[in-house]
């Protein structure tokens, strides 16, 4: 799946228009629910909490059209909780927003 590194500022943009200030508030709070959900993912041991992390991730990054993020989360959905490997990609992927 590719990236584009403007998805989320062109998702924020037609949701509240040409508002700079608006824009910067909500790419921020979308970074800060990625995050707090990455680490939950982290953080999680058994099958449920693993699972409602890594779905709560992809429904946030399916609302901006971030769709590496996307990805990385439905990858973790179907790992095994605490698996390293979905961990480092849904971070690499919040990363890639300057998260």
Not at 13 to 19: E, I, L, N, Y
Not at 31 to 48: G, N, P, T, V, W
């Amino acid at each position: 799946m590719a990236y584009d590194p403007g998805a989320l500022d062109t998702a924020l943009a037609a949701a509240v228009g040409d508002d700079p200030s608006l824009i910067a508030e909500l790419r921020s709070a979308f970074l800060e629910s990625a995050l707090r959900q990455a680490d939950l993912l982290s953080r999680s041991r058994c099958d449920a909490n693993w699972r409602m992390a890594a779905w709560r991730l992809k429904g946030l990054a399916a609302s901006f059209g971030a769709t590496r993020l996307m990805a990385a989360a439905d990858e973790a959905a179907e790992a095994a909780p605490g698996d390293p490997v979905s961990v480092r990609r849904v971070n690499s992927a919040i990363s890639s927003f300057g998260g």
